[in-house]
C-alpha cells in the first residue's frame, strides 16, 4: 500500500466508530470471522483491544491480516485501522419486468401507451 493511499483511507476512518472489539480472551476463531464478516460489508473498519497489553497489540495486528489478507492502516493505542478491498460481485442478471395481475393498465397514460380504453365502473 502507498503512503499516499495509506493517507487517505486514515482520514476516511477519521470518522469511524470500532465496529468489533477483541476483549481479554484474545483473538478467537468467532473474532476473527466477525472481523472477516466487516471487512466484507465495509472495507474500512476500526477494531478495538480492550485488556490486551501493549507488545501484544502488534503480534494481535499482525495476525488479522496474515489470517485475513487485510492490510493494515493504523494503529493508534487500543485501535486498530484495517482495509481489505471489497470482492467484485458478478453483476445480476436482469429480470425482465414482472406483468401485473390485472388485465388492464393502472392508469390514463399506461392505458393510452397500450392502446386500450378503460372501462367505466359501472354506477352502484
Same mark, same amino acid.
Given at each position: @500500500? $502507498?503512503p499516499? =493511499?495509506r493517507r487517505?483511507l486514515? %482520514? !476516511?476512518a *477519521?470518522?469511524?466508530? +470500532?465496529?468489533?472489539?477483541? !476483549?481479554?480472551?484474545g483473538?478467537?476463531?468467532a /473474532?476473527l470471522a466477525e472481523?472477516?464478516? $466487516?471487512?466484507k460489508? *465495509?472495507?474500512?473498519?476500526? /477494531?478495538?483491544?480492550?485488556?490486551?497489553?501493549?507488545?501484544?497489540?502488534?503480534a494481535?495486528?499482525?495476525? /488479522?491480516?496474515?489470517?485475513?489478507g487485510?492490510? &493494515?492502516v493504523?494503529h493508534?493505542?487500543?485501535?486498530? /485501522?484495517?482495509w481489505?478491498?471489497? &470482492?467484485a460481485e &458478478? %453483476?445480476? !442478471? !436482469? #429480470?425482465?419486468? =414482472?406483468?401485473?395481475k390485472g388485465s @388492464?393498465p393502472?392508469?390514463k397514460?399506461?392505458?393510452?401507451? #397500450?392502446g386500450e380504453?378503460?372501462?367505466? =365502473? +359501472? +354506477? #352502484?
Amino acid at each position: @500500500m $502507498t503512503p499516499l =493511499r495509506r493517507r487517505e483511507l486514515r %482520514a !476516511a476512518a *477519521h470518522h469511524l466508530h +470500532p465496529l468489533v472489539t477483541v !476483549a481479554q480472551k484474545g483473538l478467537s476463531p468467532a /473474532v476473527l470471522a466477525e472481523i472477516d464478516r $466487516t471487512l466484507k460489508a *465495509h472495507e474500512l473498519i476500526k /477494531v478495538k483491544l480492550q485488556g490486551i497489553e501493549r507488545g501484544e497489540r502488534d503480534a494481535i495486528l499482525a495476525e /488479522v491480516c496474515r489470517e485475513l489478507g487485510c492490510d &493494515p492502516v493504523q494503529h493508534i493505542g487500543n485501535i486498530l /485501522v484495517l482495509w481489505r478491498e471489497k &470482492p467484485a460481485e &458478478p %453483476a445480476a !442478471a !436482469a #429480470a425482465p419486468p =414482472r406483468e401485473r395481475k390485472g388485465s @388492464m393498465p393502472r392508469t390514463k397514460k399506461e392505458a393510452a401507451a #397500450a392502446g386500450e380504453r378503460r372501462r367505466r =365502473r +359501472p +354506477p #352502484a
